[in-house]
């Protein structure tokens, strides 16, 4: 069993920036790919962001392209999401999930993620 705990999200103004964390315990950190959901009311749970065990390749949604990145420290358990250059549109709650594949074959669909967070709010206002 891995435990995900995330921390950072709050309320920042359009063009505005945010760094999510989620730390990990329980089982071993190791051989785990990581990756960053989000969810705004109403709308299915969406991949975000994603970076695998192997080689540490990282992989985002075309809508966030340029403005996010997200990265993982290993002797943490600990893996973060750098939010830059904030829209209104990216409001919603931030969930941090775990794949057990370690090349990351499972960390873009929600239907194959192994263990999830309980979220952040990150709202994003005009």
């Known amino acids: 069993q891995v435990q995900l705990v995330e921390s950072g999200g709050g309320l920042v103004q359009a063009g505005g920036s945010l760094r999510l964390s989620c730390a990990a315990s329980?089982?071993?950190?190791?051989?785990?790919?990581m990756a960053w959901f989000r969810q705004a009311p109403g709308q299915e749970r969406e991949f975000v962001a994603g970076?695998?065990?192997?080689?540490?390749?990282?992989y985002y949604a075309d809508s966030v392209k340029g403005r996010f990145t997200i990265s993982r420290d290993n002797a943490k358990n600990t893996v973060y999401l750098q939010m830059n250059s904030l829209k209104p549109e990216d409001t919603a709650v931030y969930y941090c999930?775990?794949?057990?594949?370690?090349?990351?074959?499972?960390?873009?669909?929600?239907?194959?993620?192994?263990?999830w967070g309980q979220g952040t709010q990150v709202t994003v206002s005009s």
């Open positions: 970076i695998t065990w192997v080689g540490a390749r990282t």
């Open positions: 329980g089982r071993t950190f190791s051989g785990y790919s």
């Open positions: 999930a775990a794949d057990s594949r370690p090349a990351g074959w499972g960390m873009r669909t929600a239907e194959t993620i192994d263990y």
